[in-house]
Nanobody, 127 residues
Framework: QVQLVESGGGSVQAGGALRLSCAVSGSTVRLYTMAWFRQAPGKEREGVAGLYRVAGSTYYAAPVNGRFTISQDNAKNMFYLQMNSLEPEDSAMYYC????????????????????WGQGTQVTVSS
């Protein structure tokens, strides 16, 4: 059973940067798509970035495109979300998610596409 554990959250001022990490316990071989989601209080969980490992392609939600970067380190069984130019609107609990179906997701940023989730790490951006 694969488990995901996020870390790297914290408090930062607007304009700052954070790198979130997602540690995978178990094999990553069948983790064909990885993604990062976030959920602010009172709001739906929304996808921010996805990585289709089969093709090495990445996908970003419009609000974070150009500011966030999803990446992986296969040797360390780690996935990352580099977040630059942070804004107060980026404040949320951030979750790592994995999909073990080989085919490309219909919607990378839909939570319904993913089957394994971490417990989340909090990001707070102050103005």
């Amino acid at each position: 059973q694969v488990q995901l554990v996020e870390s790297g959250g914290g408090s930062v001022q607007a304009g700052g940067a954070l790198r979130l990490s997602c540690a995978v316990s178990g094999s990553t071989v069948r983790l064909y798509t990885m993604a990062w989601f976030r959920q602010a209080p009172g709001k739906e969980r929304e996808g921010v970035a996805g990585l289709y490992r089969v093709a090495g392609s990445t996908y970003y939600a419009a609000p974070v495109n150009g500011r966030f970067t999803i990446s992986q380190d296969n040797a360390k069984n780690m996935f990352y979300l580099q977040m630059n130019s942070l804004e107060p609107e980026d404040s949320a609990m951030y979750y790592c998610a994995a999909r073990t179906i080989w085919s490309r997701p219909t919607n990378f940023l839909s939570k319904d596409e993913y089957h394994t989730w971490g417990q989340g790490t909090q990001v707070t951006v102050s103005s």
